[in-house]
């Protein structure tokens, strides 16, 4: 081992290729290409093979990060695949677009003087070498069960979810209120960070191991949700969290002021070949706009992005706090800043200013402060203070507003008025069964945890799943006739 491995010393961390910013900023393709083999496996052989590994313990799922960087370095691929696919679901997908700086990458050991091992970009390769070879195959459980499960939300906790129930034979039916199956991995995340057609292999790899999909069904109002669990012995509930925080400024209801999410799901379903009548008409369209998002997290970095390769005339991006301080990943700030955005740090809107336009009056600057970062509150960040007299006006055409995502609020949605919420409006749940206060229905993801990460959806999946297994054999146990003394 040690001949192939711990090749850090010698060999410098190399990320797969990444294509030329002029080129990035006019079409929505993924930055980065794939690894050679040779490449790869050079690059697995960079781990230190600690005797601690920093990186599995950082990683939401466990994942045995040393073990398959060790089997592409010998080049035994089906097994590092057979591995990696053991705790993750989608392992592709979270090597695209886990925020590795934070998570494992951060916390391996070579870091510290050498550059991280590329994990994610290794953990990509062997997955799409998984799905080239065609080692991708649905799921035929050993033993069909009866009992069945439903499934609301279609997003990578619902799919992780569902994955892990079918494998265990269970029926599985999936509802979701969109039109198409990934939630905010096919309406939210751009294409330039996951191609859609990686989310829908998924899909299809599902549907043929017989999971069964209801789109554009909105539970509480196309079906009721006493009546899904009417249908099915368990109910997990993988809502995520869509109520856009806002701004209540003076002048935020003037036109080409608009959220985050609803510009991204344009672009999303225009590229994916919807006709999109806001991004036709140019409502939710940066081209030729002087944009300004307003944000400094993932949706924000994902926005100012789009925004860039939409043709807009100019793209910034105000955050009140500074650069180490802001909430999206480092590595998205640098892909951005070289595509041409400007960060306006440390600077907040305090209103919006107006001009006449042929449709009435329209954004026309974001009038804004600038901030000091005073002294840490309770949770230990810095309170952001308004400096006196230090108002500028920001140029927009366009303004999205990407302040981050709350709870709708879930008992009045589903008709469930006994669903017990916590105070930030999620679902509360026992943290050992994942159950909420209704018999039988469980809970996971964003709709728990808060706006959080992909990589944390799917292992909340599949808790959720091996839960909701132990209450159903607990149930069918309990189903058996008694045996006559
Ligand atoms: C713009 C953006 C960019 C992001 N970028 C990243 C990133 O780069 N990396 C990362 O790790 N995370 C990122 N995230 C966060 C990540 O997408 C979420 O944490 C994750 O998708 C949560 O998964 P989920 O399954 O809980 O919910 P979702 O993905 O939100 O899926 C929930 C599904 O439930 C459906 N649903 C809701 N209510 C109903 C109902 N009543 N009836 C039927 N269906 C319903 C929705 O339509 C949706 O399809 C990003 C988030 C956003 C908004
Ligand atoms: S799932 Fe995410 S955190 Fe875990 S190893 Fe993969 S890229 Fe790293």
Known sequence: MAERMLKFVGTPQAMPEKRPAAARRHDFQEIYSAYARDKAAEQAARCSQCGVPFCQIHCPLHNNIPDWLKLTAEGRLDEAYELSSATNNFPEICGRICPQDRLCEGNCVIEKGFESVTIGAVE??????????????????????????????????????????????????????????????????????????????????????????????????????????????????ATGVYKARDIQTPGSGLDGIAPALDFLTASNRAGLGDTVPAYESGVLNAKGKHVVVIGGGDTAM??????????????????????????????????????????????????????????????????????????????????????????????????????????EDLPALLGAHDLGVTGWGTLKIDWKSMMTSLDGVFAAGDIVRGASLVVWAVRDGRDAAERIHGYLAAKAIAALPVAAE
């Not at 390769?309 to 650069?323: E, F, H, M, P, W």
């Not at 901030?371 to 999205?400: F, K, W, Y």
């Open 124 to 237: 990509k390769y062997i997955t799409d070498t998984a799905w080239e070879r065609g080692w991708v195959k649905p799921i035929v459980p050993r033993r069909e069960r009866a009992q069945s499960v439903g499934i609301v939300g279609t997003g990578p906790a619902g799919l992780a979810a569902a994955e892990q129930l079918r494998r265990k034979g269970y029926q599985v039916a999936i509802y979701d209120r969109y039109d198409r199956v990934g939630g905010l991995l096919i309406y939210g995340i751009p294409n330039f960070k996951l191609e859609k057609e990686i989310v829908q292999r998924r899909e299809k790899l599902l549907r043929d191991s017989k999971v069964t999909f209801h789109l554009n069904c909105r539970v509480g109002l196309d079906v009721a949700f006493a009546e899904l669990r009417r249908r099915h012995d368990a109910v997990l509930v």
């Open 302 to 407: 994902d926005c100012v992005r789009t925004a860039v390769r939409q043709g807009a005339r100019s793209v910034k991006c105000l955050y009140r706090r500074d650069r180490t301080n802001m909430p999206g990943s480092q590595r998205e700030v640098k892909h951005a800043e070289e595509e041409g955005v400007e960060f306006v740090w440390l600077t907040a809107p305090q209103s919006f200013l107006g001009r006449n336009s042929p449709r009435g009056q329209r954004v026309s600057h974001v009038r804004s402060v600038r901030i000091h970062l005073g002294l840490p509150d309770a949770t230990g960040r810095q309170t952001p203070q308004e400096i006196p007299d230090s108002h500028l006006n920001v140029e927009a055409d366009l303004v999205l507003k990407a302040l981050g995502f709350d709870p």
